[in-house]
T-cell receptor, first 113, second 113 residues
Framework: EAQVTQNPRYLITVTGKKLTVTCSQNMNHEYMSWYRQDPGLGLRQIYYSMNVEVTDKGDVPEGYKVSRKEKRNFPLILESPSPNQTSLYFC????????????FGNGTRLTVT | QKEVEQDPGPLSVPEGAIVSLNCTYSNSAFQYFMWYRQYSRKGPELLMYTYSSGNKEDGRFTAQVDKSSKYISLFIRDSQPSDSATYLC?????????????FGTGTQLKVEL
């Protein structure tokens, strides 16, 4: 089954404790991206990657890191999480960039206390 | 003013009703228009995808794009309780800042028995 898999689904952590949210897709997609979804603000792009070893900032990249060492994986790293990063995070992938339909994972709900 | 405006609802309709969901936008560079459906605790899934102006029909769903008015719509005929979800519009195109995808904040729909 074609899918984007995120882990974990739920995560509660404390300020400053480094964490990684994993994302993997099995569709051989070139493009991968991370979004955060907040009430009233909708989906906002954090980082994206057009291909292996190619990453770029989205609209809200501060406080986040990503890497794309393999085509299928695109982890999101929070080096020093803060409470304002409490949010619902989605990984997405597409065949050919943002003009192609995006396939989303089921989300990671992060709470930073 | 947001680049993409979408009424958040909630919109409550009886089963069998025709539902109209709408988005307006300000950026005339948008060329690709999408509707995503998001169930609670799930990631968005693509519902409709259109390029430029015109109509597209898929079963009970019809997407309309009016680029002259910068207005897009999604119609759901014979609505069912299973259509209860949040509907996100999204649009993309090459702008001054490069190729950009922007989401609306979503309209929450509830179809009641």
């Amino acid at each position: 089954e074609a899918q984007v898999t995120q882990n974990p689904r739920y995560l509660i952590t404390v300020t400053g404790k480094k964490l990684t949210v994993t994302c993997s897709q099995n569709m051989n997609h070139e493009y991968m991206s991370w979004y955060r979804q907040d009430p009233g603000l909708g989906l906002r792009q954090i980082y994206y990657s057009m291909n292996v070893e190619v990453t770029d900032k989205g609209d809200v990249p501060e406080g986040y890191k990503v890497s794309r060492k393999e085509k299928r994986n695109f982890p999101l790293i929070l080096e020093s999480p803060s409470p304002n990063q409490t949010s619902l995070y989605f990984c997405a992938s597409s065949f050919a960039g943002i003009n192609s339909p995006l396939h989303f994972g089921n989300g990671t709900r992060l709470t930073v206390t | 003013q947001k680049e993409v405006e979408q009424d958040p609802g909630p919109l409550s309709v009886p089963e069998g009703a025709i539902v109209s969901l709408n988005c307006t936008y300000s950026n005339s560079a948008f060329q690709y228009f999408m509707w995503y459906r998001q169930y609670s605790r799930k990631g968005p899934e693509l519902l409709m995808y259109t390029y430029s102006s015109g109509n597209k029909e898929d079963g009970r769903f019809t997407a309309q794009v009016d680029k002259s008015s910068k207005y897009i719509s999604l119609f759901i005929r014979d609505s069912q309780p299973s259509d209860s979800a949040t509907y996100l519009c999204a649009m993309s195109g090459v702008t001054g800042g490069g190729n950009k995808l922007t989401f609306g904040t979503g309209t929450q729909l509830k179809v009641e028995l």
